[in-house]
Structure formats: structure tokens, C-alpha cells
């Protein structure tokens, strides 16, 4: 793995083993093996963004988990999936603030001229490339709608 974030992840490993952490690390291993099928998939090597996108539809992944285990009533599954998604967020940029995210929806639609909700897909495109796994797909989304829309 040749970026910083792989890198931090496998010492995070090491470490966990020291420590004999079995949930940390299980869900480090599982991060891991997710860029390694990606490497795999791609023939390439990550950089910190391909990493970090790997990561971010890790966290997704879990959230949707953690989703489901809370709507079929089970306590054990969702405390497993807190659990797990607590270690994931230790990977991902801070999440944004709303007015920041949204000087950047009102920059990218200023430069695209999108003016209304058929040019959605241009405008989010525009503002997931600046936010970086600062901001959900699904919020970035919303905020790109009511503006269009509203």
C-alpha cells in the first residue's frame, strides 16, 4: 500500500495485534482487505484518495448495516455496528459544516451555469471532487437539490 492513510492503517493493525484488540482488529483487517481488492480489481496502487474512497463506501456499507440491525429490533447487531463505524470514522475526514458545504454547492453551480434539477448530476460531481469524503453522497445531494429546486 503506498499512501500515508494505508500505511497509518497497517501500524493501527500492528498495534491492535499488541494489544490483543480482536474487534479493532477484525474491522482494521476488513479495511484492509477492502483496498487490497480494489488494488486487485484495478491492477493499480491506492493513493490517499483511492484509499479514502474505499473507506468511505466501507463506512456506507456499515451505516446501512447499522441501519437494518436497528430496524429489525436487534441490539446486538447494532452495538457490533457502532462499534465498527466508530473505528471506520477514525479514517475519514471530519465531516463538513453545513455553510461550508454550502458555499461550495453555490460556487460549483455559479461555474457549471446549472440552473435547474436536470443538471443535478454535473453539480454534485462538481462538489464531491472538491469535498473529498468531507460530506455524504446523500447530503451533498440534498443541498444540490433544494438549490435547484427552491
Given at each position: 500500500m503506498s499512501s500515508d492513510?494505508?500505511?497509518?492503517?497497517?501500524?493501527?493493525?500492528?498495534?491492535a495485534?499488541?494489544?490483543k484488540d480482536k474487534e479493532r482488529l477484525g474491522v482494521l483487517r476488513q479495511m484492509q482487505a477492502a483496498v487490497k481488492q480494489v488494488q486487485i480489481d484495478t491492477r493499480a496502487e491506492l493513493d490517499d484518495d483511492?484509499?479514502?474512497?474505499?473507506?468511505?463506501?466501507?463506512?456506507?456499507k456499515v451505516?446501512?448495516?447499522?441501519?437494518s440491525?436497528?430496524?429489525?429490533?436487534?441490539?446486538?447487531?447494532?452495538?457490533?455496528?457502532r462499534a465498527e463505524q466508530a473505528i471506520v470514522q477514525n479514517?475519514?475526514?471530519?465531516?463538513?459544516?453545513?455553510?461550508?458545504?454550502a458555499a461550495i454547492v453555490d460556487t460549483v453551480i455559479a461555474e457549471t451555469g446549472a440552473s435547474s434539477p436536470k443538471?443535478?448530476?454535473?453539480?454534485?460531481?462538481g462538489v464531491m471532487a472538491q469535498?473529498?469524503?468531507?460530506?455524504?453522497g446523500s447530503r451533498v445531494s440534498a443541498m444540490v437539490k433544494s438549490k435547484l429546486v427552491g
Open positions: 492513510i494505508a500505511a497509518r492503517l497497517q501500524a493501527d493493525v500492528i498495534t495485534m499488541k494489544a483511492g484509499v479514502l474512497k474505499v473507506f468511505m463506501a466501507y463506512a456506507k451505516r446501512d448495516s447499522l441501519e440491525a436497528e430496524k429489525a429490533g436487534r441490539e446486538d447487531l447494532a452495538a457490533g455496528a479514517y475519514l475526514p471530519a465531516a463538513m459544516a453545513d455553510d461550508e458545504l443538471e443535478m448530476g454535473v453539480v454534485i460531481k469535498v473529498k469524503g468531507a460530506a455524504e
